[in-house]
């Protein structure tokens, strides 16, 4: 029985307190302790009492004295006391020990309460020959204490790795790198996790707290600017590149295998049409090096013939082969503003199947007959060779379609294939796009991208046409295709033609446009007014686009189908996972480039026209940027959609991914 006056022990902090009872009230004792603080603690924390009391009737400040000093005693005494020699001494004699009894074997003075709690201090602070419990202390067999003093050795390595680590890490945000650890492998590929995978990193917590020990708290942050400040990351890191396992170099027996085509020349046989006579020309985006389109335009009594010639990939690459294999895992080319990732190897991609300028180059080539309206007469797809005479951008297509000779008729009759695409019913939105680059000198620029410009326009309609041509072909074969598909707008609140002048309806059109997906079934793509449609045109890029023309070739080679309907369902599952993971990491990088640029102008106003107003936001239209965004509906706010605003930027951070507007 516990009583006023007792003074007891208890652990507190991972450390043995002296105390002395003041008050008992059931299962709680209210003591003064060691330290001069008032404590209520449960009485079944008490580990060591002793019938020798101080008495409650003396000066607070006497009370701390005398309990200091019967701490100091029995801290001196579990100091002299040997617990290897009192663990072998009891070698076979028991499991458990009381305290007073290993008090009598190791000490030969009289035992006292200050020998017993010695003991039990000693217990505690060891842990390895002795484990604590209440009543009596259990002996480990010798084997126990091996694995103990084993794991303590472990820890006690992993402790001084921990601290070199922490210690070098501490230098390295000084930029100083000197003094690497010797486990430095180990600690990068910490906070590379870190970096990559938050709290779902392997070791985060050991990390966490090897950050916090180089006294860098805890910013979730911190890793990543540690390995920048070591060069083991750059300040622009793209980390979508590893959380989405994007394949980037290609694997060494891959390269090989494209170098062998290379040299082999695997495209020439004698089945191909000459076609190098003809005016070849190809029009991208300047800086374009994987050229896999390009047309031909020539006149004849009854209309035109054009020309659509596509890389002939299907000649080159063979299914199965490695690089075939690359390719289905890659899917499609991944353009960002820094950089790019092909789908092939860039000897065959810019070079050995890329129509160049001046070169011959093996095609894919569809001749269409077509009537001075645009109507379709006949066509046919052939392989073939070409020469493309001019590589011209975009820019210089616009700026030639008013007097040469060649451009001029091409636009015209792109315009006409529009106008009856227009007809059948096709929505087209010409809302620019912006364009985020990065300059030779590192620079970010912006830019847009006006779809109705000539250039983009004229290529883009012959494009259109070669795509549903090679449907329609697949069709009336009654071969399995993969088709773009879009169902019909549920709205129409701008003309189909429309020219975006009135861009909050061209905006709000966007809401009531059909969904577009792919599938085996040949359905209609209403937002191209056509009534099936796939791709072909970008074999260089587009994985689908090299299935779509081995299909078409197999057909005229007098063959079956290459693909069964199965093989090309088990391929989509793929290439869709593949497609959706490269639009993720092509708009997260733009973005990120977007908000670099914000964070580097002085820009701090945009002009945005209010869309419609949602559950406690506003979505806006952020005009300079061609971009949706959110704005925090705030009492007193009289917004109307339609209504142009005037947004001031709040916080934007690149590598957090925030983007926040108010109202100027």
């Given at each position: ?209 090897l950050v916090e020990r180089a006294g860098l708290g805890a910013d979730p942050n911190r ?304 937002g191209m007014g056509l009534s099936f449609y796939t791709n072909l045109t970008s074999p ?125």
């Amino acid at each position: 029985m516990i009583e006023p006056g007792r003074v007891v022990e208890f652990i507190e902090e991972n450390r043995f307190l002296t105390a002395l009872v003041t008050r008992v009230k059931g299962n709680k004792l209210l003591v003064l302790s060691e330290n001069d603080r008032e404590m209520n603690i449960s009485l079944s924390r008490v580990l060591v009492t002793d019938h020798k009391g101080l008495g409650t009737g003396q000066a607070r400040n006497d009370l701390i004295r005398g309990l200091k000093e019967i701490g100091r005693r029995r801290a001196d005494l579990c100091q002299r006391l040997d617990l290897v020699e009192l663990w072998q001494l009891l070698e076979g004699e028991g499991e458990e020990f009381a305290y007073p009894y290993l008090a009598e074997l190791a000490f030969s003075a009289p035992i006292t309460g200050d020998q017993v709690a010695a003991v039990i201090r000693a217990v505690f602070a060891d842990g390895v020959y002795f484990k604590l419990r209440p009543e009596k202390a259990l002996r480990h067999e010798a084997a126990k204490v091996q694995e103990i003093v084993e794991a303590r050795a472990r820890d006690e390595e992993r402790e001084n790795r921990m601290a070199d680590a922490a210690a070098w890490l501490a230098r390295v945000w000084r930029h100083d790198l000197a003094g690497e650890p010797d486990d430095r492998g180990h600690v990068v590929q910490v906070l590379r996790d870190m970096v990559y995978w938050g709290s779902e990193a392997p070791e985060y917590k050991w990390g966490q707290k090897l950050v916090e020990r180089a006294g860098l708290g805890a910013d979730p942050n911190r890793p990543f600017q540690l390995l920048v400040r070591m060069g083991e990351m750059t300040r622009h890191e793209n980390l979508d590149l590893v959380r989405f396992d994007v394949p980037m170099a290609f694997p060494g027996d891959v390269v090989k295998e494209a170098e062998a085509l290379i040299r082999r020349r695997a495209w020439e046989d004698s089945s191909r049409r000459d076609l190098t006579q003809l005016e070849v020309i190809t029009a991208d985006s300047s800086g374009a090096r994987d050229f896999d389109d390009a047309v031909s335009l020539e006149p004849r009594d009854d209309g035109w013939v054009l020309g659509v010639h596509i890389a002939d990939v299907s000649s080159v690459i063979q299914p199965g082969t490695l690089l075939d294999q690359e390719a289905l895992l890659r899917a499609t080319s991944v353009y960002m503003p820094d950089s790019r990732i092909p789908m092939l190897p860039e000897i065959l991609s810019e070079e050995g199947l890329s129509l160049r300028q001046d070169e011959i180059r093996p095609a894919f080539s569809l001749l269409v007959h077509l009537t001075p309206d645009a109507q379709v007469l006949d066509f046919e797809f052939l392989p073939s060779l070409v020469r493309v005479r001019r590589q011209m951008s975009y820019q210089e297509v616009d700026a030639g379609v008013a007097t040469d000779r060649l451009l001029s008729p091409m636009y015209s009759l792109s315009q006409t294939l529009q106008a009856r695409r227009v007809a059948a019913g096709a929505m087209i939105l010409p809302l620019p796009k912006l364009n985020v680059y990065l300059t030779p000198e590192g620079e970010i620029g912006l830019g847009q991208t006006h779809w109705e410009n000539p250039g983009r326009s004229m290529i883009g309609e012959f494009m259109i046409l070669a795509n549903h041509l090679a449907a329609r072909f697949l069709v009336e074969r009654n071969a399995a295709c993969l088709y773009r598909r879009q169902d019909e707008p549920s709205q129409r609140i701008v003309p189909g033609d429309s020219d975006c002048q009135n861009l909050f309806l061209c905006l709000q059109q966007r809401k009531f446009l059909g969904r577009v997906a792919w599938g085996l079934e040949a359905l209609p793509h209403h937002g191209m007014g056509l009534s099936f449609y796939t791709n072909l045109t970008s074999p260089l890029r587009r994985y689908i686009d090299l299935m779509i023309q081995r299909q078409v070739r197999a057909l005229l080679n007098g063959g079956p189908p290459l693909y069964s309907p199965e093989k090309i369902g088990e391929h989509l599952i793929l290439l869709e996972t593949a497609l959706r993971r490269a639009n993720r990491i092509q708009n997260n990088r733009r973005r990120y480039w977007l908000y670099q640029y914000l964070e580097n102008t002085g820009q701090r106003e945009f002009e945005a026209m209010v869309l419609e107003k949602l559950p406690h936001r506003w979505r806006v239209f952020i005009l300079d940027l061609m971009m949706d965004a959110d704005l925090a509906v705030r009492s007193g706010q009289d917004l109307s959609p339609g209504q142009t605003i005037t947004l001031r930027l709040k916080k934007v951070d690149a590598r957090e991914d925030i983007l926040k507007f108010e109202l100027a």
